[in-house]
């Protein structure tokens, strides 16, 4: 499957509506103490992030219905899930390890809620920046990882898994 990038993907009401949505301090964002597995040791200052989960296996967050207009786009028949990312900004930008999402095929999408210096790598060759409202959909079962910001408090984003 190749990489497919959609800019301005949501109507601006609908994508307002998720930003404000994740950026507001009701917003609950869970302490994740490492950003891959892999084992590679990161500087203290990337080595933890931000997360929320809204669907996973048998949890179902009450607010996930707010994706709506994002499933209908990536057509899915199944989700595995989808996580709210949030990375703190950082002094220069730092690369994550690369890791995958699941050892099986299957699809995955990354929506950027906020644009900034941050970006995404695919399989060490293709980087995509982080630009708000813009829906990445590639094969998340090959190699991929994401990088800090420096320009922006943080950088967001959310990870949808389906087929």
């Not at 900004?89 to 999408?109: Q, W």
Request: contains cysteine; negative net charge; glycine residues 2%.
């Amino acid at each position: 499957m190749n990489e497919i990038i959609l800019d301005n993907c949501l109507p601006q009401k609908q994508f307002e509506d998720i930003k404000n949505f994740m950026l507001s301090d009701v917003f609950s964002w869970n302490f994740t103490q490492v950003v891959s597995d892999t084992g590679e040791k990161m500087p203290n200052c990337a080595s933890y992030y931000f997360t929320h989960l809204f669907y996973y296996q048998f949890h179902i967050d009450e607010k996930v219905n707010i994706f709506a207009p994002l499933l209908e786009k990536l057509a899915c028949r199944s989700i595995l899930r989808i996580k709210g990312n949030l990375y703190p900004s950082t002094e220069k930008i730092i690369h994550h390890d690369n890791h995958v999402d699941y050892l099986f095929p299957h699809r995955g999408a990354i929506f950027y809620i906020n644009t900034n210096d941050g970006f995404t790598i695919l399989e060490d060759k293709i980087k995509v920046k982080s630009v708000e409202n813009r829906l990445l959909i590639f094969d998340s079962s090959k190699p991929h990882r994401s990088t800090t910001c420096t320009d922006e408090k943080c950088r967001i984003n959310i990870n949808f898994n389906f087929f």
